[in-house]
């Protein structure tokens, strides 16, 4: 069983960066495809960028596309997401995932999840 830790949340003022962080536990992740998503208050949890286990390949929404970078360490067993310009809109709780079933865009096909970390953007 893996166990997926987030943290690095915290608040930001508009057009400022975090970092946050994805540790995992129990198996190592080098074989996974992992991903960040997110969930807005009333609103459905969403896509927010991957990374791919067999060549680094990165994939993004386009919401964050150029402001976002996701990358892995494989030898820490971690996952970060670097976010940088942020916009109020980002504000959400972010998720880590892993171990994609299906498309890596898809959250339902995602057998791992930590409990999630909140970022909140503002003036």
């Known amino acids: 069983q893996v166990r997926l830790v987030e943290s690095g949340g915290g608040k930001v003022q508009i057009g400022g960066s975090l970092r946050l962080t994805c540790a995992a536990s129990?198996?190592?992740?080098?074989?996974?495809?992992m991903a960040w998503f997110r969930q807005a208050l009333g609103k459905a949890r969403e896509f927010v960028s991957a990374i791919s286990w067999t060549d680094g390949s990165t994939y993004y929404s386009d919401s964050v596309r150029g402001r976002f970078t996701i990358s892995r360490d494989n030898a820490k067993d971690t996952v970060y997401l670097q976010m940088s310009n942020l916009k109020a809109e980002d504000t959400a709780v972010y998720f880590c995932a892993g171990y994609s079933l299906r498309h890596w865009s898809e959250a339902g096909g995602y057998r791992y999840w930590g409990q999630g970390t909140q970022v909140t953007v503002s003036q």
């Open positions: 129990g198996h190592t992740i080098d074989s996974y495809t």
